[in-house]
């Protein structure tokens, strides 16, 4: 079974491209490296023990992602090519409708035209909006508050709607939570350019004396501590969330959550990160991030029932294996 994988040298994507081959699967990854760098096919091929073979396009550009399928004959798209940054969405709208939301239509267009009978998508939590967690998939899509959010909530539709009219069309739309740590082997990991938007990256530079301080947004949010709880997943087990949504009978366009269920809060997480690698993170208080809510976790019953999947890596794990990356970066 041949896979196409868009966004395959980012950070969930390269984690996955190991998955799927060791689980048997054949892979092609499509990315036009707009926010991840060559040498990282190198360090997946490694990881994998085989070439890949690596086309470097942009998904927008359908005549030549159209090339792609022509050279190969696909089962499923894993779709992962995407803007992320919440903070950039804002300033930059039209880049980031443009290219998240375009390249899933024209990903879209080519499985009809090439008969593909499988679609995953790369959704976020951030479609539920500010509902009360447990999120859970029967919740309708919320008001998302920037536009990378807007653009996971209309390719959601987008993909529903098209599943609705072509019954060889099946689609899962992944909710991810807060993946974060790293491959095991230290070889890959989050790469973020310029400052990290993100906790647990900010973290590790900061371990490492890249940033001074972490500033932690608000500590005065309706929970235990104070400081915003989300639900991290570790990056492997949200990987392997992805082959299982493959192995999975699809029918149509169906949610799933790829979340733990369980919330942690900013402060458990540095408490987390300096116990188990023994190093202080120095932080400071600081107001909160706009646009953030206080409490996100999943309900993942329907994931781990439906797909047979679970995450199985702790908070100790996701810390450990976060930092091993950092440290091995030059
Ligand atoms: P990433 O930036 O590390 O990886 C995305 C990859 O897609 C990059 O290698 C980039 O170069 C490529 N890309 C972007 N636009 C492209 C285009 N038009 N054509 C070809 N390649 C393109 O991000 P990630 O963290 O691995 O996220 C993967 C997907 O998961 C994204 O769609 C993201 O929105 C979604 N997601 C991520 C998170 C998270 O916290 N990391 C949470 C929820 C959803
Ligand atoms: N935080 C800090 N300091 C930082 C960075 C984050 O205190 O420097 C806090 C935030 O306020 C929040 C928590 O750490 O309480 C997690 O923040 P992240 O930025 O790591 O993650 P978010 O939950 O804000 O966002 C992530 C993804 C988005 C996605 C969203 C919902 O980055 O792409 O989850 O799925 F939309």
Not at 113 to 129: C, H, L, N, P
Not at 185 to 198: A, V
Not at 210 to 222: A, C, E, H, M, T
């Amino acid at each position: 079974m041949k896979i196409l994988v868009t966004g395959g040298l980012g950070y969930i994507g390269s984690h996955t491209v190991i998955e799927l081959i060791t689980e048997g699967y054949q892979v092609v990854i499509v990315d036009n490296l707009v926010n991840s760098q060559i040498e990282m096919l190198a360090k997946i091929e490694k990881l994998a023990k085989q070439k890949i073979p690596f086309y470097q396009v942009d998904c927008t550009d359908e005549n030549n992602l159209e090339e792609v399928f022509l050279d190969h004959q696909f089962s499923g798209i894993i779709h992962f090519a995407g803007l992320k940054a919440v903070g950039e969405s804002v300033s930059l709208p039209l880049n980031y409708y443009y290219n998240n939301v375009t390249s899933t239509i024209t990903l879209a267009k080519l499985a009809f035209k090439y008969r593909i009978e499988k679609f995953i998508f790369s959704s976020s939590a951030t479609v539920y909006g500010d509902q009360k967690s447990p999120l859970i998939e029967t919740m309708p899509q919320g008001v998302t508050t920037n536009p990378y959010g807007e653009t996971k909530a209309i390719s959601e539709r987008i993909l529903s709607d098209a599943a609705k009219i072509n019954e060889n069309f099946n689609v899962a739309l992944l909710r991810y939570f807060n993946p974060i740590g790293a491959h095991k082997s230290g070889l890959i990991g989050e790469l973020p350019t310029g400052i990290p938007n993100n906790l647990m990256p900010y973290i590790t530079q900061t371990a490492k004396g890249i940033r001074k301080q972490l500033y932690v947004f608000g500590d005065d949010y309706d929970t235990l501590d104070g400081t915003g709880v989300r639900d991290y997943i570790h990056v492997v087990d949200l990987a392997k969330g992805h082959v299982a949504a493959l192995k999975y009978n699809l029918s149509g366009a169906e949610i799933f959550n790829l979340g733990t269920g369980k919330g942690t809060s900013v402060f458990e997480i540095i408490t987390a990160f300096e116990r188990v690698n023994k190093i202080k993170i120095p932080y400071v208080v600081t107001e909160r991030r706009a646009g953030d809510i206080a409490i996100s976790y999943a309900d993942p019953t329907k994931a781990q029932k439906n797909l047979n999947w679970r995450a199985e890596l702790t908070i100790d794990d996701m810390v450990k294996d976060a930092w091993r990356f950092e440290k091995n970066l030059k």
